[in-house]
């Protein structure tokens, strides 16, 4: 095992506190938003003296024979560490289809791939799932429209009842279709509702025998509209589920199933890509017209991923892309032999130390294990382990 060295990330929705603890290392008051440990050739990890998307493409097999003559010479999976102090962007992300035709569209166009207004960064699909390290919030899906209606008629405000009526009528997808993108593109000019569904939320929250869905519906606002009191995604992250996670929860993320973390700090692993397509609840690009082109906007139930024991203290989520595979090892004195040795895998120690073969990880530490490279872990931590999702 070699030891590898993520790249942070500094955008603002990011806490200044939780990465830097984990890495243990100073604040420094910036907000550390990501901590990306792979080879994404936009922020690529170190390994020794290289930059890991070097080290794959000079050398695939180090990513496993099965993985290359699926993907190619490339890491096909990015872990990162997110920590979220505010809200992220509302945001979904492509299919491979959709991301291939998409980057060759901004490709022909002669869009340069660093330019701010770009949606396709790169030319692959971006499923990904979140395992809580900390009590996370999150906002996942959409809820059920009849539902939603009956929280927005509580409001008591006619001129959002006008414009969510197609909750009802044709409801279903077609109608959570034409209220989520009407939200998104409001114009300047109506953008007045905001404050006022705001502020009637505010109201309501002063109530003492509202249901829990609805106090979280208000509470949704007025947190938002705190971060961004003009921005249209504060009404339309309403058409939304609010979950909470509490720590080793999972979520899955299939492309097309809009999303936002709110706050907390979680484990990350997705495939190898950067492609986001935002709604709202961001300074960043937004386009609306390419977003309502990926939602899937089919009404969901959250779920947890389930978590298989491979072996003890060995747990694998249950994830179906094939582009990565994630396990979270509790260590004990005992050495555990650590999965798919085929494949060339990420590691990540998340609290106390883990040595790997003569190697010692402590908090914070990551690791690089190539391809047919059997090792073993022992000693007193956890450890998040990263790999293709292949058999």
């Known amino acids: 095992m070699e030891r590898l060295t993520g790249t942070v990330q500094h955008y603002p929705w990011g ?61 096909p999976y990015l872990m990162k560490v997110l920590a979220a102090a505010e809200p992220l962007s509302l945001q979904a992300h492509p299919t491979r289809a959709q991301a291939e035709a998409g980057f060759a569209r901004e490709e022909a166009a002669g869009i340069p791939v660093t330019a701010p207004h770009r949606n396709y960064s790169d030319d692959w699909p971006k499923p990904e799932a979140l395992c809580a390290l900390d009590e996370m919030e999150a906002l996942y899906g959409f809820a059920d429209p009849m539902v939603v209606a009956d929280r927005f008629a509580a409001l008591g405000v006619p001129e959002i009842d006008v414009l969510v009526a197609p909750l009802r009528d044709p409801g279903g997808p077609d109608g959570l279709r034409e209220v989520f993108l009407g939200l998104c593109a409001l114009p300047e000019e109506r953008r007045g509702i905001i404050t006022t569904v705001v502020t009637a939320a505010a109201a309501l929250l002063e109530r003492s025998d509202l249901d829990p869905g609805l106090t979280t519906f208000c509470r949704t606002a007025v947190e938002l509209a705190s971060r961004r009191p003009d921005d249209p995604g504060v009404v339309a992250a309403l058409l939304m589920n609010r979950i909470r996670l509490s720590p080793g929860e999972t979520i899955y993320l299939a492309a097309g199933n809009l999303h936002a973390y709110l706050r907390g700090t979680g484990v990350e692993i997705m495939a190898n890509s950067d492609n986001v397509l935002r709604g709202g609840l961001t300074g960043k690009h937004v386009d609306v017209a390419e977003l309502g082109r990926v939602l899937d906007f089919s ?25 990565f595979r994630m396990w979270r090892i509790d260590a004990t004195e005992r050495p555990v032999e650590l999965p798919a040795t085929p494949y060339g895998r990420i590691l990540l120690v998340t609290g106390g130390r883990v040595t790997v073969d003569d190697t010692t990880l402590a908090r914070g530490e990551s690791g690089w294990l190539t391809a047919g490279e ?18």
């Open 15 to 75: 806490s200044t506190t939780a990465i830097p603890a984990l890495l243990g290392v100073p604040e420094d008051g910036q907000p550390w938003a990501e901590l990306w440990l792979g080879a994404h050739t936009s922020a690529p990890a170190r390994v020794g003296d290289h930059d890991l998307d070097a080290r794959v493409a000079g050398s695939p097999g180090v990513v496993g024979d099965a993985a290359v003559e699926r993907f190619g010479p490339r890491l």
């Open 374 to 391: 059997g090792a073993s872990a022992a000693g007193r931590g956890t450890m998040f382990l990263a790999a293709p999702g292949l058999d």
């Open 299 to 323: 009404p969901v139930e959250p779920q947890f991923v389930p978590v298989v024991e491979d072996a003890p203290g060995v747990l694998r989520f249950d994830t179906p892309a094939p582009e």
